[in-house]
């Protein structure tokens, strides 16, 4: 209990020191907020050219250090010299951070052990992350904010026998996980807030405000005529599987590490390409399962069944497809203007 308490009392000492710090910054143009958020994001990739700055570990995800860092940083961005999409996007990633995200230190994504060790962290270091991992999901849970039951399972995918037999904390990581009681429901709805935040990430990668309800409707129009929709993608959840479809686009740079440092809107308004009718349908399967899980409470029964109904999917692709949508919720929606003017 101590060390709970301890994570508490410093949680309380960021807040205040976010809420409290009136000292003028300089502000940071584009170029340099993008470079300082990549190194301080260094855990997003093994393939990032940037080197970890000795013995600064502040970039281990949702830290007390990286909370206050990035938020920091958000602060100061110079959105004056920003392009419009690009002030969006700092706004967005400020707006972030109001919810549930920093009380699940671990984003299920990324295989952390691994690419810690491709990054040279120390193990010492490594295990203190662990230890801070399972203290914090132990306090989120007072709050109610709960793995749901893919992202507590890939977690322990990333635990692996040898990563647990050199690390006791890994293992001690790993047990707690194996009792760890999920919440009922995949999607975000169920989270403090969680309607709101999801609210948030559409709004943000669909372009506009628009209510899930009407949304939902206007995608129905389109996949209630999809029939085995077949597009050649490499199903993977590590990565937002929303880039394949991007693919013949000329990605361009953003600041969130979420989304690879790829601006996906800007991407897509740039892109002089078409996109086949298929491949717009996928997208639009896509959208339409994320809201449902997301917001109106699908059961992944529910939502494979939609998946492999309306796409050409074996259950395998459409677990792995559904995994894609839990772990990055929304991003699909950047297509959404293309889909429902197709």
């Not at 009392?9 to 020191?17: F, H, K, R």
Request: aromatic letters at 10%; glycine letters at 4%; a neutral charge.
């Amino acid at each position: 209990m101590k060390t709970s308490r301890h994570y508490v009392s410093s949680a309380l000492v960021l807040l205040t020191m976010i809420g409290g710090c009136t000292e003028p910054q300089v502000n940071l143009p584009y170029t340099e907020l993008s470079a300082q958020l990549r190194q301080l994001n260094w855990f997003s990739s093994v393939s990032q050219s940037q080197g970890l700055p000795e013995n600064d570990l502040a970039g281990l995800p949702f830290t007390e250090l990286y909370l206050k860092k990035r938020h920091d940083l958000l602060q100061r961005a110079d959105l004056s010299s920003f392009t419009e999409i690009a002030a969006q996007e700092s706004q967005y990633l400020s707006i972030q951070q109001r919810y549930p995200e920093r009380f699940l230190p671990w984003p299920v994504h990324i295989n952390l052990p691994k690419v810690a060790q491709e990054r040279g962290v120390l193990s010492s270091q490594l295990d203190t992350w662990y230890g801070y991992v399972e203290s914090r999901l132990s306090e989120a849970r007072e709050s109610k904010i709960v793995l749901n039951r893919l992202e507590r399972n890939q977690l322990l995918e990333h635990l692996t026998p040898e990563v647990t037999r050199q690390s006791q904390a890994a293992q001690q990581l790993a047990e707690y996980l194996e009792s760890y009681r999920v919440r009922s429901s995949l999607g975000m709805y169920q989270l403090p807030n969680g309607k709101e935040w999801y609210q948030s990430k559409l709004n943000f990668y669909g372009g506009s405000v628009s209510a899930p309800e009407s949304l939902f409707s206007k995608l129905q129009s389109v996949t209630n005529d999809t029939r085995d929709v077949m597009v050649r993608v490499n199903y993977k959840a590590s990565d937002p599987l929303v880039h394949q479809l991007l693919a013949k686009c000329d990605k361009v740079a953003g600041l969130n590490w979420r989304d690879q440092f790829v601006s996906l809107r800007q991407t897509v308004s740039q892109c002089d390409t078409k996109w086949t009718k298929g491949e717009l349908q996928f997208a639009a399967v896509m959208m339409e399962v994320d809201l449902g899980v997301h917001y109106f409470a699908w059961s992944q029964k529910q939502a494979l069944l939609a998946l492999q109904s309306r796409l050409a999917l074996n259950e395998d692709q459409a677990f792995v497809l559904l995994k894609n949508i839990l772990f990055f919720p929304a991003t699909s929606f950047v297509l959404l203007n293309q889909v429902t003017s197709a």
